[in-house]
């Protein structure tokens, strides 16, 4: 749910009301309270000249949501443009009009935060200056909770920036310090006082020198509610330069250096004219990070010529960029297996994987790294399927009536020094001599290629260590460490110089990288994030435009180019973290 990754914070979205970590319960409370849990940003921004909006366009996003553990019923949001008059007009598709005051039906809400469906479009009237502003009234109302109000300020015109997409940088060895140069205009109506910087980079970028009209907050490997995430440093850059309409300038270079735990690595870099800009991520990592103040040569913006950049066509998100990194790294994954047995029949099968490093993997296609594969012999029973694996039901282009292999997949974040292991329960039926369970570690590509048997990991230096047989019996056998699954992590800080045989980063898509984050208020169109996207391994693999479950039947979302899920009560979009053609 971070910019994300998991990320930010909420997202609005297009094409789905999505639950964020709120479960439905029966209606008990008496004092239930409504409340608006926030739309993005107090103030919307929109162009002087009208636009329509493209299928489910918004530019308006409202979330709403309930205190309390009951359910409220006949719920109204009521939007009251009084004070847009001569300003903005306000469309909400579904919802009935009378004179100034629009009102939409959402019957019962038993949720703590969802979001709207009715896509309300702001548009400028027909001769409002830009500058000129108005005030949207909002109601949420039910007959059994109290109601809630909000104010949103309608700005027409304004700053608005467009930045130059950054060059994929591939085969960089760690320890490289990057500088990457980012350009932007400003093509809206009204010159900027200021430019805000909002940089977000995560596991396998760190910042080299931090400037003193910077600050910076970090959160750790796991943070976001889902542990098996990357974690990320964040930049909130304050430079004092005047951009006007029309100006092309570029940032003084930033410093990103290359860890030694990096493989596949981005960071995020997002421009607006204010900390509250609209779909700025900023105000909400000012509420629940700290940030320290940096002591470096400050960061500065000049001037630059590039016509191109200002007539180009809009695209969604296209005030942020992304510097993507392919670091020439290794990972030695090691396949894990142990048996302990109980009594003569009966015992623990302990499989699972290693990282031993020095990089840090992450998939940002949403697949898992590796998937531990146990092939169970004739004469033994699966008395007990530990979380996370599955039994493999389709195999060489056919469905398996009768499944002797099962799957246990890895998360698409796998740090160096992670080690995980599932246990499953076993019973060997009696007669059947001394079996042996063959344990591999697998990609996509070998789990279901009827010519491959082992994986082929781009980022292994040793593929010997990808497999391991454990023998069954009254003796234990095995060397895993612990009898319990292990998720701790360690670092390396050995940098590997053999090279990966992974291909170039794909080509970034316009997909926005910062959840939190919708299109600039100048595109005519809703955003269209490609399908795919990093997640919690329940969510990997999405794609098209049809709703499919994970592995353990969770219900994904994935239409009309964007999805979303719940984790941990954030909204995660999934579209956040995918590339085309490429796990990267």
């Not at 870099?269 to 105000?283: G, H, R, W």
């Not at 260590?465 to 019996?473: I, N, R």
Request: a neutral charge; hydrophobic letters at 35%; proline letters at 9%.
């Amino acid at each position: 749910m971070r910019t994300s990754r998991r990320r930010a914070l909420y997202a609005p979205l297009t094409i789905a009301a999505v639950v964020l970590g709120a479960t439905a319960v029966p209606a008990q409370a008496d004092d239930l309270k409504l409340t608006f849990t926030g739309t993005s940003n107090s103030a919307v921004q929109i162009p002087t000249k009208p636009a329509q909006p493209g299928q489910f366009g918004q530019n308006l996003f409202v979330e709403i949501g309930r205190v309390g553990a009951g359910t409220a019923h006949d719920v109204k949001v009521v939007f009251d443009t009084t004070d847009l008059t001569g300003v903005a007009d306000l469309t909400v598709p579904g919802c009935s009009t009378a004179g100034k005051t629009i009102s939409c039906d959402e019957h019962e809400l038993n949720f703590d935060r969802i979001n709207l469906l009715y896509h309300p479009w702001l548009s400028a009237v027909q001769g409002a200056a830009p500058g000129s502003h108005g005030i949207l009234h909002l109601k949420l109302t039910a007959s059994n909770a109290q109601s809630a109000s909000m104010d949103v300020r309608v700005d027409v015109g304004g700053p608005d920036f467009k930045a130059k997409p950054l060059g994929d940088q591939n085969n960089v060895k760690p320890g490289t310090v990057l500088t990457p140069s980012v350009e932007f205009a400003n093509v809206g109506d009204l010159p900027a006082s200021k430019v805000v910087v909002a940089v977000d980079a995560i596991s396998g970028i760190e910042f080299k020198q931090r400037p003193s009209n910077c600050e910076f907050a970090s959160e750790p490997d796991g943070s976001w509610g889902d542990k098996n995430w990357p974690g990320d440093t964040v930049a909130i850059c304050t430079v004092d330069a005047t951009v006007a309409p029309g100006q092309v300038v570029t940032l003084d270079p930033l410093q990103l250096g290359i860890t030694n735990s990096a493989w596949y690595t981005f960071a995020d870099v997002t421009v607006y004219p204010t900390e509250d800009a609209q779909f700025s991520q900023i105000p909400d990592w000012r509420r629940r990070l700290t940030f320290q103040r940096g002591t470096g040569p400050a960061l500065g913006a000049k001037p630059a010529s590039d016509p191109g950049l200002i007539t180009a066509p809009r695209k969604s998100y296209d005030n942020q960029v992304e510097q993507n990194v392919l670091a020439t790294n290794t990972a030695d994954f090691s396949a894990l297996g142990a048996w302990a047995p109980n009594g003569d029949k009966q015992g623990t099968l302990s499989v699972g994987f290693r990282n031993s490093g020095p990089a840090s993997i992450f998939y940002r296609s949403g697949d898992a790294v590796v998937t531990v594969q146990a092939e169970i012999p004739s004469g033994v029973t699966v008395t007990k399927v530990p979380d996370g694996c599955r039994p493999k039901t389709w195999e060489n282009g056919k469905q398996v009536a009768h499944p002797n292999k099962y799957l246990c997949e890895s998360p698409v974040f796998v740090a160096s020094g992670l080690e995980k292991v599932f246990q499953f329960g076993l019973s060997i039926d009696a007669g059947t001599t001394r079996p042996t369970v063959p344990v591999t570690l697998q990609d996509q590509d070998s789990l279901y290629n009827v010519n491959s048997t082992i994986a082929k990991l781009s980022f292994e230096p040793d593929p010997s260590h990808e497999s391991v047989s454990v023998p069954l019996g009254t003796q234990p056998s095995g060397s895993i460490p612990s009898s319990t699954p292990s998720s701790g992590t360690s670092q390396s800080s050995t940098p590997s110089t053999r090279p990966t045989s992974a291909p170039p980063i794909a080509q970034p898509t316009a997909t926005p990288s910062a959840p939190g984050q919708t299109p600039s208020a100048t595109a005519s169109a809703a955003p269209v994030p490609t399908a795919n996207a990093t997640a919690s391994p329940s969510a990997r693999a999405l794609s098209g435009d049809l709703a499919h479950t994970g592995s353990d039947g969770t219900l994904l979302i994935a239409g009309t180019g964007a999805a979303a899920i719940a984790l941990g009560g954030v909204l995660f979009t999934v579209a956040r973290r995918r590339k085309t053609a490429t796990h990267r």
